[in-house]
């Protein structure tokens, strides 16, 4: 009897703690300026109210960037681009009948079959992101293309970093 008690008290300390070490943090959206363009590094906007449409995939700011870079030898969506991705993930929310094919690529360094993974484990990253914000796995596709397809051919960080990148591909709207 002793040990039920016991186990019961523990069971009851331990929930408490961890309700108690849960922390809510207050999200500060990024700034709206500049959000059209696509470069590393850069920071976008948050989803507008309301339904998106199809005309908004060329008018909205934030679903028209449409790509998302990564760095070096990374397969995780940096926080600086979490916007366009939740931009994307309430666009297929209100667009049920909508597709997103994401065309995982990587630079120029590592062997193919070591870029080929890499650009699938980005893909990946990039449609568990949009799954977490609401897109359904039934509205993507993931597609590696490694080092197959660089939009930069100069051996250069600069240039290396444009192609370390997920392409996100409406193929229905």
């Known amino acids: 009897m002793h040990s039920t008690v016991r186990i019961l008290t523990i069971a009851v300390i331990a929930s408490a703690v961890a309700v108690g070490c849960s ?8 700034s709206q300026t ?4 696509t470069t590393p590094g850069q ?9 998106y449409t199809p005309a908004d995939l060329d008018t ?3 679903l028209r960037t449409r790509v998302v870079y990564f760095d070096l030898d990374r397969d995780l969506v940096k926080p600086e681009f979490q916007a366009i991705v939740a931009c994307h993930a309430k666009y297929l929310r209100d667009r049920p009948s909508a597709r997103l094919r994401l065309e ?5 360094r590592g062997s193919r079959e070591y870029n080929m993974g890499l650009g699938e484990r980005r893909g990946n990253s990039v449609s568990n992101a949009l799954q977490a ?3 359904s796995s039934a509205q993507l596709t993931v597609i590696s293309y490694g080092e197959e397809r660089p939009v930069c051919t100069d051996s250069n960080e600069s240039c290396w970093s444009q192609n370390r990148r997920v392409e996100l591909i409406y193929t229905d709207k």
């Open 60 to 62: 909205d700011p934030c």
């Open 104 to 108: 995982g690529n990587a630079d120029e």
């Open 43 to 51: 920071t976008y906007g948050t989803p507008v109210a309301g339904a």
């Open 133 to 135: 914000n609401g897109g």
């Open 34 to 37: 500049d959000v059209g363009t």
């Open 23 to 30: 922390k809510k943090v207050k999200e500060t959206p990024p």
